[in-house]
């Protein structure tokens, strides 16, 4: 019965110590959570909108002596722009963290984020900094400059030059894709893993990518979450539920579902829509 | 696990164990319920399946509390006419046999829905009057007898297969409920769904589920649960499948003992995975080698005896 002690699943309430906006459409909110702030990058928690809804979030930086926490939220909807409202000293509700987190590898690793996808791969910049793995070369993408997040502190995490910019409009760093930009430093380059988070027909071109070179990845996916506990079956891909088998899996597992990853996932009615 | 002492027969299925993937938990995708057969589950239910799609309600839908989860998913789904496709995928891998888990707004509507589901490949009809959390079906239909009789009946008319009807906690007298599904025609009775409940935050002093009310799984309601298996095994003669808060082989046993012919396990595969099937069918095969029986079967209602 001791299973019914798993505190992490309980529901917390903390209030929002600190609200800082980002870029035009993403905003980062720190609180105080003690379970949250012993996460590993990759990993995620569900954030109470109180009388809005309750959504994943992956977790962009955490300060494990004050057990303070901070997701950065892009506004896309209601419930984000409900959050995006909230300010200092509102209560939310936390659950989590939840998942797996990514896998060191050591060696040399290549990050490649999409849009707020960056943000669990900054925490994981930061962890690699602190292994003092021989080096880190960060990819970001975004439709436009203005959009590009947390640059700076990836420049003093990993080395000005080895953070690498693609824009969809060109205003910053190389116009084009993320994943095209990818494909061009793998080709220079070899790593020892490749991580990877954002839109999902980003991240399923990363993998495709690492697959030819034969460099191990993994992707942080995204699926409806309900429970976050493995019981609703909301966020299934293949065989595997994203809120505990995942939200990160490796070039193998993605290999095993590539009829499902970046081709169609389930709405919220459970019907099969294409990504 | 393949033994002899763990086959059952259940309302004219053949099971390889006397455990069941309870509605409602997993349940949309032929790999996901594959994954739970391959654990040694003796069949698997699908998530409740309506006439239409339905998006079910807001986060949080799952709220975790002691010894138990409430949820008020609100009965998401894609609707029976893109849901066959999940049937047909999951009964070209599955070896076991598959529940279909069914709702509706009126007796038409179950009709309906389980007719399509049986065409599709279902080896069973399980009845959801039990949703505590949706108005107008579930549990609004389940604790009305002469509803649900209309309901029974209506869809033994349209299918040939077994009909299994899962039964509402949220009633003075579940036995009463059982024995009019029963004299409708219900080929089985699974006891029970969840137990309405509800938990309010605190700091917000707000009810937490978007819903506000739900229903509670879980450890927290095995003893009501196995009280009601009891009760209903006095009053009716078809097998009656336990279901609440099962988490061990000796949960298991418990339900057996109570008069269920077979258990759902639901809330459990949050802790321990699908693998908990495993764990408890092994449990329940070295329980009746220990104790000297032959088969499973012979500890059926074996609690009345005394």
Same mark, same amino acid.
């Given at each position: 019965?001791?299973? +019914?002690?798993?505190?992490?699943?309980?529901?917390?309430?903390?209030?929002?110590?600190?609200? *800082?906006?980002?870029?035009?459409?993403?905003?980062?909110?720190?609180?105080?959570?003690?379970?949250?702030? #012993?996460?590993?990058?990759?990993?995620?928690?569900?954030? +109470?909108?109180?009388?809005?809804?309750?959504?994943?979030?992956?977790?962009?930086?955490?300060?494990?002596?004050?057990?303070?926490?901070?997701?950065?939220? #892009?506004?896309?909807?209601?419930?984000?722009?409900?959050?995006?409202?909230?300010?200092?000293?509102? +209560?939310?509700?936390?659950?989590?963290?939840?998942?797996?987190?990514?896998?060191?590898?050591?060696?040399?690793?290549?990050?490649?984020?999409?849009?707020?996808?960056?943000?669990?791969?900054?925490?994981?910049?930061?962890?690699?900094?602190?292994?003092?793995?021989?080096?880190?070369?960060?990819?970001?993408?975004?439709?436009?400059?203005?959009?590009?997040?947390?640059?700076?502190?990836?420049?003093?995490?990993?080395?000005?030059?080895?953070?690498?910019?693609?824009?969809?409009?060109?205003?910053?760093?190389?116009?084009?894709?993320?994943?095209?930009?990818?494909?061009?430093?793998?080709?220079?380059?070899?790593?020892?893993?490749?991580?990877?988070?954002?839109?999902?027909?980003?991240?399923?071109?990363?993998?495709?990518?690492? *697959?030819?070179?034969?460099?191990?990845?993994?992707?942080?996916?995204?699926?409806?979450?309900?429970?976050?506990?493995?019981?609703?079956?909301?966020?299934?891909?293949?065989?595997?539920?994203?809120?505990?088998?995942?939200?990160?899996?490796?070039?193998?597992?993605?290999?095993?579902?590539?009829?499902?990853?970046?081709?169609?996932?389930?709405?919220?009615?459970?019907?099969?829509?294409?990504? | 696990?393949?033994?002899?002492?763990?086959?059952?027969?259940?309302?004219?299925?053949?099971?390889?164990?006397?455990?069941?993937?309870?509605?409602?938990?997993?349940?949309?995708?032929?790999?996901?319920?594959?994954?739970?057969?391959?654990?040694?589950?003796?069949?698997?239910?699908?998530?409740? !399946?309506?006439?239409? $799609?339905?998006?079910?309600? %807001?986060?949080?839908?799952?709220?975790?509390?002691?010894?138990?989860?409430?949820?008020?998913?609100?009965? $998401?789904?894609?609707?029976?006419?893109?849901?066959?496709?999940?049937?047909?995928?999951?009964? %070209?891998?599955?070896?076991?046999?598959?529940?279909?888990?069914?709702?509706?707004?009126?007796?038409?509507?179950?009709?309906?829905?389980?007719?399509?589901?049986?065409?599709?490949?279902?080896?069973?009809?399980?009845?959801?009057?039990?949703?505590?959390?949706?108005?107008?079906?579930?549990?609004?239909?389940?604790?009305?007898?002469?509803?649900?009789?209309?309901?029974?009946?209506?869809?033994?008319?349209? !299918?040939?297969?077994? !009909?299994?009807?899962?039964?509402?906690?949220?009633?003075?007298?579940?036995?009463?409920?059982?024995?009019?599904? !029963?004299?409708?025609?219900?080929? %089985?009775?699974?006891?029970?769904?969840?137990?309405?409940?509800?938990?309010?935050?605190?700091?917000?002093?707000?009810?937490?589920?978007?819903?506000?009310?739900?229903?509670?799984?879980?450890?927290?309601?095995?003893?009501?649960?196995?009280?009601?298996?009891?009760?209903?095994?006095?009053?009716?003669?078809?097998?009656?499948?336990?279901?609440?808060?099962?988490?061990?082989?000796?949960?298991?046993?418990?339900?057996?003992?109570?008069?269920?012919?077979?258990?759902?396990?639901?809330?459990?595969?949050?802790?321990?995975?699908?693998?908990?099937?495993?764990?408890?069918?092994?449990?329940?095969?070295?329980?009746?080698?220990?104790?000297?029986?032959?088969?499973?079967?012979?500890?059926?209602?074996?609690?009345?005896?005394?």
């Amino acid at each position: 019965m001791s299973a +019914w002690l798993i505190a992490a699943n309980k529901h917390r309430a903390t209030r929002i110590l600190d609200a *800082e906006v980002i870029s035009p459409t993403v905003k980062t909110f720190t609180f105080k959570d003690k379970l949250c702030a #012993k996460a590993k990058p990759g990993q995620f928690l569900m954030l +109470w909108i109180p009388g809005v809804d309750e959504i994943p979030l992956s977790i962009y930086d955490v300060n494990r002596e004050k057990g303070l926490i901070s997701v950065a939220v #892009k506004r896309v909807g209601e419930a984000t722009k409900a959050l995006h409202d909230m300010k200092t000293g509102d +209560w939310i509700g936390v659950r989590g963290p939840f998942g797996n987190g990514f896998t060191f590898k050591g060696g040399k690793a290549l990050l490649v984020g999409g849009g707020v996808g960056i943000a669990p791969l900054t925490f994981l910049a930061k962890e690699l900094a602190v292994q003092k793995i021989s080096r880190t070369v960060v990819v970001v993408g975004a439709k436009t400059g203005k959009e590009l997040i947390f640059l700076d502190k990836l420049k003093r995490l990993c080395g000005e030059k080895n953070v690498l910019a693609a824009t969809e409009d060109g205003s910053y760093g190389v116009k084009g894709l993320a994943s095209t930009l990818t494909e061009s430093v793998m080709t220079k380059e070899k790593f020892d893993a490749v991580y990877t988070c954002g839109p999902e027909p980003m991240t399923r071109v990363v993998l495709d990518c690492a *697959e030819r070179f034969g460099v191990y990845a993994e992707a942080s996916l995204e699926r409806i979450m309900r429970c976050a506990i493995g019981i609703c079956g909301s966020c299934t891909i293949g065989g595997y539920r994203v809120c505990r088998d995942g939200p990160i899996f490796n070039i193998n597992q993605l290999k095993s579902v590539k009829n499902e990853f970046g081709v169609w996932k389930r709405d919220f009615n459970g019907r099969r829509i294409p990504i | 696990m393949n033994s002899e002492r763990l086959k059952v027969e259940l309302a004219g299925l053949s099971l390889v164990s006397p455990t069941m993937l309870a509605s409602g938990i997993l349940g949309y995708s032929a790999e996901t319920l594959k994954n739970v057969a391959e654990n040694g589950a003796g069949a698997v239910v699908t998530k409740s !399946v309506g006439l239409k $799609p339905r998006s079910g309600y %807001a986060n949080p839908t799952v709220v975790h509390v002691a010894c138990g989860l409430i949820n008020a998913v609100g009965l $998401p789904n894609p609707g029976i006419d893109e849901f066959t496709r999940d049937i047909k995928e999951a009964k %070209a891998v599955l070896k076991v046999p598959l529940v279909a888990s069914v709702y509706g707004f009126s007796a038409e509507e179950y009709m309906v829905v389980a007719e399509k589901a049986v065409e599709a490949g279902a080896d069973a009809i399980e009845l959801n009057v039990s949703c505590p959390h949706v108005k107008e079906t579930g549990a609004e239909i389940g604790q009305n007898p002469n509803v649900l009789a209309e309901v029974v009946r209506k869809v033994k008319g349209a !299918v040939d297969k077994p !009909v299994f009807v899962k039964l509402s906690p949220n009633v003075a007298d579940i036995s009463e409920i059982a024995e009019a599904a !029963v004299k409708a025609g219900a080929d %089985a009775i699974t006891a029970i769904n969840t137990v309405k409940a509800m938990a309010i935050d605190i700091e917000t002093t707000r009810p937490i589920l978007s819903n506000k009310r739900g229903g509670l799984s879980g450890p927290a309601i095995k003893p009501i649960a196995v009280r009601c298996v009891y009760d209903i095994y006095e009053r009716v003669r078809v097998p009656i499948i336990g279901c609440g808060g099962v988490t061990s082989w000796q949960d298991a046993v418990e339900f057996m003992l109570a008069g269920a012919s077979a258990v759902q396990i639901g809330t459990a595969v949050a802790l321990k995975g699908p693998s908990i099937f495993r764990s408890v069918v092994r449990g329940i095969d070295t329980y009746l080698r220990k104790k000297g029986f032959r088969s499973v079967k012979e500890i059926v209602g074996l609690a009345h005896r005394s």
